[in-house]
């Protein structure tokens, strides 16, 4: 059994990666989702991650974190995600569970420090929340076992030609976590695009259960800028954490040594993959895993085959 912590903004595609891994109960421990500004503010992100776990009687703690980046004012993705982060689901009831009263980082230390085993993060967001985690508790890096990240791309971008969203909202914290020590598995833009779900995929879900139904909801508005583009499919970027964790086998992979760019004019928050070989490599034990590509037959069937359970489980 694998503990692991979520940090991330809710957020279409955070949503979905968390229900996928709320229906793997047995290989999966959920023991936290921390939240943080980036598709909305902290406290809307908050207010949406309860909102769908109320919908479906689940009951995780969730402490909100810091509600802007750690430098700068935050550049939301209200585009992609709507004001709420989560439009689309407007018409599901508001949350009654209220959060954690902790601050995440404060919930994040005690929940570490209680644990005997190590524990996995699963980050979705911008790294605001783990940086300052790390550098205000240092001590409990290494009952880190690893990060599993949605961020960053080997070659293109989709905030800046060569930068993604989560890296970009705040490349000083992902400098101080990329430089932590602690491992780090990096499901790139490029892992993502390649394990896109197809929009006649999403449409079978309208006549599931009631998870199914939910994701359905959820993905008919998060894929609206494919549809806009005459695409045939969405990246659901951070369900590909999860499947990672579910199933690392599906992914081609290289280990390389990765920066962040913090302050370029326009390769802000770039991470700078270092493919020259090992020969380049000083610190191998600093090196990153980037994920370069999946099965995307694979990674499909095991999302909607994790739906179709879920749909037994909530009626
Ligand atoms: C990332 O940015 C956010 O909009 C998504 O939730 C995902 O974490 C993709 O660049
Ligand atoms: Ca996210």
Same mark, same amino acid.
């Given at each position: 059994?694998?503990k =692991? /912590? ?29 939240? #943080?500004?980036g598709?909305?503010s ?9 909102? =769908? ?6 009951s +995780?703690? #969730? ?10 004012? !935050?550049?939301?993705?209200?585009k ?19 959060k954690?009263?902790?601050?995440a ?29 790390f ?9 880190i076992?690893?990060?599993?990240m949605?961020?960053?791309? +080997?070659?293109?971008? $989709?905030? !800046?030609a060569?930068?993604?969203f $989560? ?7 992902? %400098? =101080? ?15 993502c ?12 879900l ?7 139904? /939910?994701?359905?909801? =959820? /993905? ?10 005459g695409?045939?499919?969405?990246? #659901? +970027?951070d369900?590909?954490t999860?499947?990672y ?8 992979y290289?280990?390389? %040594? ?6 370029? #004019?326009?390769? %802000?928050?770039m ?6 070989g ?12 980037? /994920?370069l ?8 069937? !095991?999302?909607?085959?994790? !739906? ?8």
């Amino acid at each position: 059994m694998r503990k =692991i /912590l979520f940090d991330g903004d809710p957020g279409h595609d955070d949503v979905i990666a968390f229900l996928t891994a709320a229906g793997h109960p047995e290989e999966v421990e959920i023991c936290g989702f921390t939240t #943080v500004a980036g598709n909305s503010s902290a406290d809307n992100c908050t207010e949406n991650i309860l909102k =769908i776990m109320d919908y479906l009687n689940l009951s +995780y703690p #969730v402490a909100t974190g810091y509600n802007e980046p750690l430098c700068r004012p !935050l550049d939301n993705a209200a585009k992609f995600h709507g004001e709420t982060g989560l439009d689309g689901c407007l018409a599901y009831p508001d949350a009654f569970t209220r959060k954690d009263p902790r601050h995440a980082v404060e919930f994040l230390k005690d929940t570490v420090s209680a644990m005997e085993d190590e524990v996995t993060l699963v980050t979705m967001g911008p790294l605001t929340n783990i940086a300052v985690f790390f550098k205000t508790y240092p001590h409990l890096r290494k009952k880190i076992r690893e990060i599993i990240m949605m961020g960053g791309s +080997y070659s293109s971008g $989709n905030m !800046l030609a060569k930068s993604e969203f $989560n890296m970009f909202a705040d490349p000083e914290s992902a %400098r =101080i976590v990329f430089d932590s020590g602690v491992s780090i598995v990096l499901a790139t833009m490029e892992a993502c695009y390649s394990g896109a779900l197809l929009l006649t995929e999403q449409e079978t879900l309208k006549n599931g259960g009631k998870v199914s139904r /939910l994701v359905y909801d =959820i /993905l008919k508005y998060y894929s609206r800028y494919a549809l806009r583009n005459g695409w045939d499919r969405t990246a #659901v +970027y951070d369900l590909t954490t999860v499947v990672y964790l579910l199933a690392p086998d599906l992914f081609q992979y290289r280990d390389m %040594r990765v920066d962040i760019e913090v302050n370029g #004019v326009y390769t %802000r928050g770039m991470t700078v993959c270092d493919d020259r070989g090992p020969a380049y490599i000083e610190a191998p034990e600093q090196t990153k895993r980037v /994920l370069l590509s999946v099965d995307r037959e694979k990674l499909a069937s !095991l999302f909607f085959e994790t !739906l179709k359970k879920m749909d037994q489980w909530y009626i």
